[in-house]
Antibody, heavy 123, light 107 residues
C-alpha cells in the first residue's frame, strides 16, 4: 500500500524558514518523479515544485523560485521542501505527491497524495 | 503559462443525474489532462488521466473525454458519495496548472 506522510508544518513568522518532510513507502521511491503541491485555506490546488528521480532536475512555481528548494533522499525514501523567506501568501496545506509516467499514453499524473501538513505564516 | 478554466464553478444535482464538468485550456495540450476529486477535509484523489483513462479502482460511472483544448468529465449517475470538489490539471508543460475547481453538491 502506497503511503506518503508529510511532517514539519508549523506556525512561522513572515520571513522565517521551515523544512517539510515526506516519508514514502509502498512503492519504489527512486523510480518516480515527486511533487509538492499546496492548497491555501478555502482555495484550489496549486503545484509548487517537482524533482526528477535522481534529484538532478527540478522545477518551481514562479512565486516560490529562489525561496523554496525541493530535494530527495532515495536511500531514505524521503522528499523534502526547504522554504525560506516565507510570506503570508505561502500559508497552505502542503501535499507530497507521487508522480507517475505512463509510457503507453506518454503522460504524467499524480496518483497518490499524502494527507498534507499545514504551514501558517503569520506574525 | 497555460491557463485552465473549469465550468461551472459550482453545481447542484440530484442522485441519479448525469453530471458534466468542462475544462478548457488556453492552448492545446493534446491529451495531457487529468481529473481529480477532493472530498471535504481529505486529500485529492486521481480519477482520470490522459484525458480518458480511468484510474484503477475508480467507479465506471466516471468518464473523461476531449483533446486539444476542450475536455469533459462526466458522472453517468450521481451518487451521494460523489459530493466533492473536482479539479482538472494539465500535465503538458511546467508549471503544472490546475483548474479553479468545481464544487458538486447533492440537490
Amino acid at each position: 500500500e502506497v503511503q506518503l506522510v508529510e511532517s514539519g508544518g508549523d506556525l512561522v513568522q513572515p520571513g522565517g524558514s521551515l523544512r517539510l518532510s515526506c516519508s514514502a513507502s509502498g512503492f519504489t521511491f527512486s523510480s518516480h518523479w515527486m511533487t509538492w503541491a499546496r492548497q491555501a485555506p478555502g482555495k484550489g490546488l496549486e503545484w509548487v515544485a517537482n524533482i526528477r528521480q535522481d534529484g538532478g532536475a527540478s522545477s518551481y512555481l514562479a512565486s516560490v523560485k529562489g525561496r523554496f528548494t525541493i530535494s530527495r533522499d532515495n536511500a531514505q525514501s524521503s522528499l523534502y521542501l526547504h522554504m525560506d523567506s516565507l510570506r503570508a501568501g505561502d500559508t497552505a496545506v502542503y501535499y507530497c505527491v507521487k508522480t507517475t509516467y505512463s509510457s503507453t499514453w506518454d503522460t504524467y499524473y499524480y496518483d497518490y497524495w499524502g494527507q498534507g501538513t499545514l504551514v501558517t505564516v503569520s506574525s | 503559462d497555460i491557463q485552465m478554466t473549469q465550468s461551472p464553478s459550482s453545481l447542484s444535482a440530484s442522485v441519479g443525474d448525469r453530471v458534466t464538468i468542462t475544462c478548457r485550456a488556453s492552448q492545446t495540450i493534446g491529451s495531457h489532462l487529468n481529473w481529480y476529486l477532493q472530498k471535504p477535509g481529505k486529500a485529492p484523489e486521481l480519477l482520470i488521466y490522459g484525458a480518458s483513462n480511468l484510474q484503477s479502482g475508480v467507479p465506471s460511472r466516471f468518464s473523461g473525454s476531449g483533446s486539444g483544448t476542450d475536455f469533459t468529465l462526466t458522472i453517468s449517475s450521481l451518487q451521494p458519495e460523489d459530493v466533492a470538489a473536482y479539479y482538472c490539471q494539465q500535465s503538458y508543460i511546467t508549471p503544472v496548472i490546475f483548474g479553479q475547481g468545481t464544487k458538486l453538491e447533492i440537490k
